[in-house]
C-alpha cells in the first residue's frame, strides 16, 4: 500500500518543523538571557524542587556566615578592651619604668625619646 503526498501535505509538514525549531530558538534564547534553564517549575519539575532546596540551604548559609561576622567583630571589640585594660594596669604599675612597657601600649615612652609616643 502506497501513501500519496501532495504538495499540500509537504509544505504544512515543513511549516510545522520549522514553527517547531524556531519555538525551541526562542526557548534556548530565553535560558540564555535569564540564566537559568528552569523558566517555569512545569519546564522540569524535579529540577525545580532541587533549585528551591538548594536556595534554601544558600539562605542559611549566609545566616551562618552573618553569624560568624558578627561573633568576629565581637571578639575583635572585646580584645581591643581587654588590651587597652592590660595596658592601663601595666602603664599605673610602672610608670617610674618606661622603658619596662609592652610595646603594644600606646603610651610607653621610647626612653631616648623622652616625650614621644609609639
Do not use: F
Request: hydrophobic share 30%; net charge neutral; proline share 5%.
Amino acid at each position: 500500500m502506497s501513501i500519496r503526498l501532495t504538495p499540500a501535505m509537504v509544505t504544512s509538514a515543513t511549516l510545522n518543523d520549522l514553527t517547531a525549531s524556531l519555538s525551541a530558538i526562542e526557548r534556548t534564547t530565553d535560558e540564555l538571557s535569564s540564566g537559568t534553564t528552569i523558566l517555569q517549575p512545569s519546564d522540569n519539575p524535579y529540577g525545580a524542587s532541587q533549585v528551591i532546596d538548594l536556595q534554601s540551604q544558600l539562605d542559611g548559609l549566609s545566616s551562618y556566615e552573618s553569624d560568624a561576622q558578627n561573633g568576629i567583630a565581637w571578639e575583635n571589640t572585646a580584645s581591643g578592651g581587654l588590651s587597652s585594660m592590660a595596658c592601663g594596669r601595666t602603664m599605673r604599675g610602672r610608670a617610674r619604668h618606661s622603658s619596662s612597657l609592652p610595646a603594644r601600649c600606646p603610651g610607653r615612652l621610647i626612653p631616648w625619646r623622652t616625650g614621644s609616643h609609639t
